[in-house]
């Protein structure tokens, strides 16, 4: 069975610029989670989905970063403009339905100049 | 709300020696505890997890963790280190946030490094 895919691995931007990262979870997952990794911390959770719905975005810094799941599988998050503070990696991962274990991608690593 | 706290950021232990990495969380409700382990470049992993029952549970690995709800701790524990658990491993605990959403908090991570 694949595992969740993200891409693209690595990506180095300069503040203010937009980014988009992209995210296929496993074949039949319901849900899916994007969190964000800053060095020396562990992962925070942004946003979830459940199918195309948004279930939990309360710690998405809306002002600046978009995410959306229009077909129930794939999904992009967006930064726009991006920060210096934004660096970080970006982890997505799926899970069967809202209840169930949490399979997570490589992750896609920012770099904000 | 709830909060996990890792006591140590890095851990040198010799191959073949004992470690414990440390796990206390807060939390007013019932809660699901995880530990997770992250390899270099890697997404991270579900080492092992409490949902309720026997408070000590055991990874395929040779990893095992014990719920221990007077203390609120989650502590991990591996009698002899291999030099292929050199990770950086993340306790994490579940709670309900509701409107059907589970919420996963994660601690600052432990960075295991086991030294030949």
């Known amino acids: 069975e694949a595992g969740v895919a993200q891409s693209p691995r690595y990506k180095i931007i300069e503040k203010r610029q937009s980014v988009a990262f992209w995210c296929n979870p496993i074949s039949g997952h319901a849900t899916l989670y994007w969190y964000q990794q800053i060095l020396g911390q562990g992962p925070k959770l942004l946003i979830q989905?459940?199918?195309?719905?948004?279930?939990?975005d309360s710690q998405l810094p809306k002002d600046r970063f978009s995410a959306e799941r229009l077909k129930g599988v794939d999904s992009t998050l967006k930064i726009q403009p991006a920060k210096l503070e934004d660096s970080a990696v970006y982890l997505c991962?799926?899970?069967?339905?809202?209840?169930?274990?949490?399979?997570f991608g490589p992750g896609t690593r920012l770099t904000v100049t | 709300a709830q909060s996990v706290t890792q006591l140590d950021s890095q851990v040198p232990v010799f191959e073949e020696a004992p470690v414990e990495l440390r796990c206390n969380y807060s939390s007013s409700v019932s809660v699901y505890l995880f530990w997770y382990v992250q390899y270099p470049n890697q997404g991270l992993q579900l080492l092992l997890k409490y949902l309720s029952g026997s408070t000590l549970v055991e990874s395929i690995n040779g990893f095992e963790a014990e719920f221990n709800k007077s203390q609120t701790s989650f502590h991990l524990r591996k009698p002899s280190v291999h030099i292929s658990d050199t990770a950086e491993y993340f306790c994490a605990v579940r709670t309900y946030s509701g409107a059907g959403s589970y919420q996963l908090t994660f601690g600052k991570g432990t960075k295991l490094s086991v030294i030949p």
């Open positions: 991962a799926s899970s069967l339905d809202w209840g169930s274990e949490q399979y």
């Open positions: 989905f459940q199918n195309n719905g948004v279930v939990d």
